[in-house]
């Protein structure tokens, strides 16, 4: 079944603000996480990935946080911009009992108001 | 450039009809994977493989195979198509599950 899921499927915000996509998994094992982003028409493209052994990772704008208590993951974009309008996957890996890639959310598609 | 490459693009096939769906890589990637992505239910892995001659069974692998007879190419194979097999299909690569995988750019199936 699903074992990673997100909280919104839409998320609409104004121009220049800051956006939070948040994310849950259940399954205790997860090792890696990754934030794909996805635009119309394209293949998901990787953003920001964090390991388990690590709870803050931050990119050039984005910041991913992973709360193992809580197994939480969110990604925050600062500053968002028109470019960033996608939907956005979390995606987990686990790497106990057979390596068979990854597990996606259903996304959430940002929305950016002008 | 490095890149993950498929085709064809876009295909309407019909039923029972075969098809293959390529993919290929140019960057030595050891992990190959295929995901299809339907509306509401985001992306599900068909088949994956993690180097040649080795391939294992997804979350959906029912009507598809694949082969890995050299590292860059990793085709998909419908043997008999049906219709809920309609969906936009990715495949991507990676050194290992632990690390970024990188997504071709999408072929869009229609099985009437």
């Known amino acids: 079944g699903e074992s990673v899921g997100l909280h919104l499927p839409t998320l609409s915000v104004q121009e220049g603000d800051n956006s939070i996509i948040n994310c849950a998994y259940s399954n205790s094992a997860s090792d890696y996480f990754i934030w794909y982003k996805q635009e119309s028409g394209k293949g998901p493209q990787f953003i920001i990935d964090i390991r388990s052994n690590m709870d803050k990772r931050q990119g050039q704008r984005v910041t991913v946080l992973l709360n193992k208590t809580v197994k939480h993951l969110s990604l925050q974009i600062a500053a968002t911009q028109p470019g960033d309008s996608a939907v956005y996957f979390c995606?987990?890996?686990?790497?106990?009992?057979?390596?068979?890639?990854?597990?996606f959310g259903k996304g959430t598609h940002l929305i950016i108001q002008p | 450039e490095a890149q993950v490459t498929q085709n064809p693009r876009y295909l309407i096939t019909v039923t029972g009809k075969k098809l293959t769906v390529t993919c290929s890589q140019n960057m030595n990637h050891e992990y190959m994977s295929w995901y299809r992505q339907d509306p509401g239910l985001g992306l599900r892995q068909i088949y994956y493989?993690?180097?040649?001659?080795?391939?294992d069974k997804g979350d959906v692998p029912e009507g598809y195979k694949v082969s890995r007879k050299e590292k860059r190419n990793f085709p998909l194979i419908l043997e008999s198509p049906s219709p809920n097999q309609t969906s936009l299909y990715f495949c991507?690569?990676?050194?290992?599950?632990?690390?970024?995988?990188?997504f071709g750019p999408g072929t869009r199936l229609t099985v009437l």
């Open positions: 991507a690569s990676s050194h290992g599950t632990l690390n970024e995988q990188f």
């Open positions: 493989s993690m180097n040649v001659e080795v391939t």
């Open positions: 995606a987990e890996t686990r790497t106990g009992g057979g390596a068979d890639g990854l597990t």
